[in-house]
């Protein structure tokens, strides 16, 4: 079966650094999105990954190996507003998104 | 521009009782999807339209239908509904079926 694993929780600090790992079984890989959802709010675009090697988009960057089938996103310089899930999700072989359940990231001052 | 609407924003209704949840996008957009979130779980696709005159089943279709008469539009039907249906749908849409999708701000729906 198709699947997707993230962390379920976890907790940082304030002007820290944080990364989200996210490891993936997929039939197919057609590349993989990361996106943030606060609560009671729809999930929004943060990163896209198709081939290997890291993206970075400000303080946000996100890397890729499709070998070991591992990406995470990293979180620079946290601010409070970065609490929130990280949803990593898969194109698989028939241009469907598999999503993994979340990370719900708690930042602490 | 407005993105993606959904409405209602919340409801909540009676087992057995029927409801179309709405769906509507303003980008042009071809491709549309209608999934539905349960804590501790991920996002699951119900149903999918890569264009419009076309659909195909997700993951988790049973108990829902949905048309796509136009481009714009992809209403989720709900023929009779049950507890189990009872979730957060989130409506989305992308460009092609390989552009990033872009979401709806929800339906929050209770079935009692």
């Known amino acids: 079966g198709q699947n997707i694993d993230q962390p379920t929780e976890m907790t940082a600090t304030e002007g820290a650094i944080v990364q989200i790992n996210c490891t993936y079984q997929?039939?197919?890989?057609?590349?993989l999105f990361w996106y943030q959802q606060h609560a009671g709010e729809a999930p929004t675009f943060l990163s896209y990954?198709?081939l290997d090697g890291l993206e970075e988009k400000g303080r946000f960057s996100s890397f890729l190996s499709r070998s070991k089938g591992y990406s995470y996103l990293l979180l620079k310089e946290l601010q409070m507003k970065d609490s929130a899930s990280y949803l990593c999700a898969v194109t698989d072989s028939n241009y469907q998104l598999i999503w993994g359940a979340g990370t719900k990231l708690i930042i602490k001052p | 521009t407005a993105g993606i609407t959904q409405a209602p924003t919340s409801q909540i209704l009676a087992a057995g009782r029927s409801m179309t949840l709405r769906c509507t996008q303003d980008m042009r957009h071809n491709a549309m999807y209608w999934y539905r979130q349960d804590l501790g779980l991920g996002l699951r696709l119900i149903h999918y339209?890569?264009?419009?005159?076309?659909?195909g089943k997700g993951e988790v279709p049973d108990g829902y239908s949905v048309s796509r008469a136009n481009t714009d539009d992809f209403p989720l039907t709900l023929a009779s509904a049950v507890p189990s249906q009872t979730s957060v749908y989130f409506c989305?849409?992308?460009?092609?079926?390989?552009?990033?999708?872009?979401f709806g701000p929800g339906t929050r729906l209770t079935v009692l």
């Open positions: 990954n198709v």
């Open positions: 989305a849409s992308s460009g092609t079926v390989t552009d990033t999708q872009y």
């Open positions: 339209s890569n264009t419009a005159g076309t659909t």
């Open positions: 997929t039939s197919g890989f057609n590349g």
